[in-house]
């Protein structure tokens, strides 16, 4: 009776620890991407539909705040469309994970793939960092002031869409760490 022994406690030969947690880090690896595909995107729709109108002494004459407007504000619109794209595509390889826990080629692409865009993310949320403290603080030495007095709406926009790209950049870190956990597992 066969059965009966496994239901007294002992365990089969075909269940592996290993192989459940490399299960569980796959699973894991799956969530954290579409966490990490939504802080993206939602940080590229946020600053990419960021503007603002302000009239002047005339309804003709209107001043206008527009991401579009600043070159590092485009390029984090840019770079977290890409990273967002590559999140999406990369859910079918942590999908083929769980299905398979020991594929190790594949899991050293994705840390590969996940390191330069780890490194792409953060480029762009710096660049977009360094703009955002200018409008909020100006700079006194070069004579810039301050925009976010006038154009509240379009600072709390910009200040906003850098969160859910710095919370990508702690899932791609803990991403990286997951594979290689995973990796060092097989």
Sequence with gaps: MKGGS?????????????????RGLS???????????????????AMGTTNETLPFATQ????RAEFDDL???VFFVMANAVVCGYLVLSLMISVFHILRSTPVKSRILL???DTV????????ASAATSIVYIAHNGNTGA???????????????ISGSLIGSYIAVALFIILIMLSLVAISRN
């Design 6 to 22: 496994i239901e007294a406690g002992e365990v089969s030969k075909d269940a592996s620890p290993r192989k459940g947690v490399a």
């Design 27 to 45: 699973i894991m690896d799956f969530i954290l991407r579409i966490i990490a595909a939504v802080a993206t995107l939602g940080s590229a729709l």
């Design 60 to 63: 003709f004459i209107k001043f």
């Design 71 to 73: 070159p590092s504000l």
């Design 111 to 113: 840390v590969a793939l």
């Design 117 to 124: 865009m780890l490194s792409l993310v953060t480029a762009s």
């Design 143 to 157: 004579n810039w002031f301050a925009i976010c007095q006038q154009y509240n709406n379009f600072c709390e926009r």
